[in-house]
Structures are given as C-alpha cells and as structure tokens.
Nanobody
Framework: QVQLVESGGGLVQTGGSLRLSCAAS????????MGWFRQAPGKERQFVAA????????FYADSVKGRFTISRENAKTTVYLQMNSLNPEDTAVYYC??????????????????WGQGTQVTVSS
C-alpha cells in the first residue's frame, strides 16, 4: 500500500507560481511511475504531467507545456510540480498518483493505483 500526501496549493494571482509536493510512503518509490492530475469544478479529472521512476522521461499535457515542470527526488520519496505563469484556467484540485506496478508514467487515469487526497490551487484574475 502506498500513501500519497500533496501539499503546496494555495491562492495566487495570474502570472504567479506555485510548487506542489507529493510525499509518498514506501521503500520502493523509485519503481513507481508518477503523475499529476487536476480536476476543476464540474469537470472530469485530467492529466497534467507524468514522470518515470528514474526521472528521465517526463511529458506534459499541451495546456501546461512550457509552464509546468514535474520532477522527483527518489531519496526523499517525493515528486514535485513547479507551476509558473499560472492563469485562472489552472484553478483546480491537483492530485498526485502512483503506478504500483510500473516505472512508466502515463496520461491515463486508469493506469494509476494510488491517489493522494488533492490540494487546491486557485488562480485569481
């Protein structure tokens, strides 16, 4: 069983930045593909970014490419999402997720076995 705890959300003005963290339990963190997803009110949960267990492979949703950066520190069993140039369309609850059986990150929600409780990000105009 893997437990994930997100932090770092909050209220920020348009153009601002936030860094989200996701701390994971477990001693095999480096074997988990990790992802960030978000869900705005009334909308489905959508992919934001993913990273492989080694941290070498990363990819992003088109809507955040060039503004967001996913990274991980396996020694700290933590994955991060650096968010720059935020705009009101980025307002959502952000979730991190882990793939217990694969080192590959994917954009498919169904591929992930474990989810955090989410952290709210609100961008004011």
């Amino acid at each position: 069983q893997v437990q994930l705890v997100e932090s770092g959300g909050g209220l920020v003005q348009t153009g601002g930045s936030l860094r989200l963290s996701c701390a994971a339990s477990g001693r095999t963190f480096s074997t988990y593909g990790m992802g960030w997803f978000r869900q705005a009110p009334g909308k489905e949960r959508q992919f934001v970014a993913a990273i492989s267990g080694s941290g070498i492979t990363r990819f992003y949703a088109d809507s955040v490419k060039g503004r967001f950066t996913i990274s991980r520190e396996n020694a700290k069993t933590t994955v991060y999402l650096q968010m720059n140039s935020l705009n009101p369309e980025d307002t959502a609850v952000y979730y991190c997720a882990a793939r217990g059986g694969s080192m590959r990150g994917t954009s498919n929600l169904a591929d992930y076995d474990y989810w955090g409780q989410g952290t709210q990000v609100t961008v004011s105009s």
